[in-house]
């Protein structure tokens, strides 16, 4: 059974930090390329960050320079470095994982606000 759990969201000041990471079992981690999502309300789902597993990374414009994807295979864990955090980030993140099908976790809140 393929299990993806996010952590790490929560409430934050404008400018800070978070990291979220997003462990996952039942399946070959390393062969995956893992992305975060988020979807803020009455918004749609938008990809932020992707990594494949040769360690090629793409990001949405609007987190370009301020969030980091990396993945540590032997922890079969993805992770998501969020700096210089601003409301507009305001949305539940998402991990996802990518081979012949796809994967989701149930997602983690992140707020942004003062």
């Known amino acids: 059974q393929v299990q993806l759990v996010e952590s790490g969201g929560g409430l934050v000041q404008p400018g800070g930090s978070l990291r979220l990471s997003c462990t996952t079992s039942g399946l070959l981690f390393s062969i995956y390329v893992m992305g975060w999502y988020r979807q803020a309300p009455g918004k749609q789902r938008e990809l932020v960050a992707a990594?494949?597993?040769?360690?090629?990374?793409n990001y949405a414009d609007s987190v370009k320079g301020r969030f980091t994807i990396s993945r540590d295979n032997a922890m079969n864990t993805v992770y998501l470095q969020m700096d210089n955090l601003k409301p507009d980030d305001t949305a539940v993140y998402y991990c996802?994982?990518?081979?012949?099908?796809?994967?989701w976790g149930q997602g983690t809140q992140v707020t942004v606000s003062s």
């Open positions: 990594i494949t597993s040769g360690g090629s990374t």
């Open positions: 996802n994982a990518e081979y012949t099908g796809g994967y």
